[in-house]
DNA sequence: TTCGTTCACTGTAACGTTGCAGTGACAGTA
DNA sequence: TACTGTCACTGCAACGTTACAGTGAACGAA
């Protein structure tokens, strides 16, 4: 119960608090080797864990960034959250993981309350367009990355955008689509109300025009106003699929905002009595560790994730041990098509 | 950068630190009202938060537990995951998540870290038969509570272990299975090393020795010596169900250990050139959100994830805050089959 | 008038750590 | 012998907050 602070370790080995101070900080050259080693025979004796609290109070410093994920509760978080944790403790660093859950009152509270445990370097994942929330942080100093969400015109000065292309990626998909023969696409997705989301039906939209397609009609409105989180998108693709699979003229080709939603889409498409690439032909999002074990395996556009995850907790690093005059910047990666089972040239009697 | 503090307050609202302090804590009605409306402006104007680091110190308590999973990779952890953070919230509690990559090193070195974080409440979901790493740690005040692993002879005094009934819900499995005909069933499994993954099989082993049938080399041997993580599992069950498939007398039924290695699995018997269910029956474990998505939907031992992690945050919220002589106990809960289409009596010529 | 009480607030001493500015002992140099 | 330097260590003040004890003004009662 009672906790060993640095003085019961002092008293044991005989020495003053300062002197443990300078051991546990690397300093120990300042002392005689005897002494060294009485002191960290106390520490292992007593199991003296320093208080993080007193030293994060005395040095204004923090060993932690933050990383707030829409949910964990979806693979491609969890997945992500694994790699920025692996390349965070490379490089000494802690992360405190939090879920938005997209709530943008949860996503707030949680970046003060990080904020004010003296975290001052943040992964942002973030389905909101606009940052307003959090820009009074970083005038403060707060350094963050946002993950999976290009730049905008009103975004913080010091903002370190990471992305991939989603336009571009969503191109990919769709001009996969278009050259194995599809004419009647359709876009599936949930309220395109963040920037991603956008751009990943603009880049449909592009590769749709380019084939000399009409894009008109082509995004699934089932879902315009509903607020579907991640664990529920697989849901709107099954009830997307069966809407989409029931009309007159059903479309060949279907892309998917996001791999859950394309998995639900499949299994739309099984609802409705056919069978995916034969008779419908399915791209999803992001290459979940499920869309290879699916059947049939999913065609899909991958992220560089673990890239992606190095490449921001090194921005952040280098900006909160700096705090130099550093500005913003977005880095942009190009994703890759991964073409698997669930697409295939269209039936020739449909 | 420079911090905004309760004295930058007090000296805006004209009044002392004290007195800011006092409102903070609840103790409003120590005050005028108009004195409490300077302070609450003050506050608002200068974007005031408590530094966090300050107030743990000061007081020792913390509003924050740990939670430690294995890998929020897995939809299994993440889901759960979110249920501990929500009913943490709801009780008025943060939560900080960690990884721990079923790596002891990595897991002791965690808590150590929350320990000095101050947080004095954790929810461990570890995959390690012995709890002796944290045991020295629980002797000093830490308040404990295990997830997913049934309580041991020689766990700590004071441990709340919460956990479903492993051994019944893989006898329910496997009965399912034997009833509908099964006789020759296989149960795939990394390597037995944790608790909960004994029980299973001993349930599986039970079931079939209920029904009259042998458990000797129904066990898979391919994983004895690997470790696999849990994202892993569903390569390892497509690697035992190929191995398993090509044998002289295969299995008509399969029980994997969780849902991820029975989808691992039934990938495995499509690339054997059979169908599951017509074929192979499979049977998973947890219930995961892709286990409904899946074609076909899997049939699986559902744990009720929401009610457990209510009954931990409970737990634990009582023992942090009450620090009296409370005793260790241990909640089993049922779990539940929940029958889908992966299972089906087994052909009449196999 | 004097005493006691209430009220609205403030002063102060911690909490555990860090790192600079000492301090005294001792050795080496002039 | 006196001075300088190095060495090995220590004293002290601060980081921002909290909660208890304390203060002085205003008011009511005897």
Known sequence: MADVTIQHVAKAAGV???????????????????????????????????????????????????????????????????????????????????????????????????????????????????LDHVSALMKRGLQMVAFDRTAQIGDPDTLVSISIDNTVGSELATTHLTGLGHQRLAFVSGALGSVNRKDRFRGFAAALERAGL????????????????????????????????????????????????????????????????????????????????YDPPLTTVRQPMQDMAAMAISELKARVEDSGTSHGRSLLLRPELIVRESTAPPRADR
């Open 16 to 130: 003053s608090p300062s002197t443990v101070s300078n051991l546990l900080n690397g300093r120990a050259h300042l002392m005689l080797p005897e002494t060294r080693q009485r002191v960290e025979q106390a520490i292992e004796e007593l199991g003296y864990q320093p208080n993080r609290s007193a030293r994060n109070l005395r040095t204004g410093r923090t060993r932690t960034i933050g990383l707030v994920v829409p949910s964990v509760g979806n693979p491609f978080w969890g997945t992500f959250a694994r790699y920025v944790e692996s390349a965070a403790l490379a490089e000494g660093y802690n992360v405190l993981l939090c879920n938005s859950e997209r709530d943008p009152n949860r996503e707030q509270r949680y970046i003060e309350e990080l904020w004010s445990d003296g975290i001052r370097g943040l992964v942002l994942c973030s389905s909101l367009p606009s």
């Open 214 to 293: 009409p894009s008109e009609g082509t995004l699934w409105p089932g879902a315009a106003e509903q607020r579907f989180g991640d664990v529920e998108s697989a849901e709107l693709g099954r009830q997307a699929a069966r809407e989409l699979l029931s009309a007159d003229e059903p479309p060949t080709g279907i892309v998917a905002i996001n791999d859950m939603c394309a998995l639900g889409v499949c299994r739309g498409v099984r609802d409705a009595g056919l069978e995916v690439a034969k008779d419908v032909s399915v791209v999803g999002f992001d290459d979940i560790v499920l869309a290879d074990l």
